[in-house]
């Protein structure tokens, strides 16, 4: 879970991966807070984020959005504009 801070984007997205893939609960709780806290969240790492919270919890990406957006206060810009568009759908 300390990787998802990491400064290397691919090491991040690769720790979610590896959280969902072992469907961690606590994982999917770390990860949201990195979407949330991360200002260098780039499109990639935050749509993998968003997979891989919804992979954990068996949920739509649109229904995480959702949980995402009620925390709001955003560090990253992108993550408002990646959360936008999924509430749409």
Do not use: Y
């Amino acid at each position: 879970m300390n990787a998802l801070s990491h400064f290397e984007p691919q090491t991040a997205k690769r720790a979610a991966e590896i959280l969902a893939m072992r469907r961690s609960k606590t994982g999917a709780e770390a990860i949201g807070d990195a979407f949330v806290n991360r200002a260098d969240l780039d499109p990639i790492m935050a749509r993998s984020f968003i997979r891989c919270i919804a992979v954990i919890l068996g949920q739509e990406d649109a229904d995480v959005a959702g949980e995402l957006n009620k925390r709001g206060n955003f560090r990253s810009a992108v993550a408002s504009r990646i959360v936008e568009p999924m509430l749409q759908s």
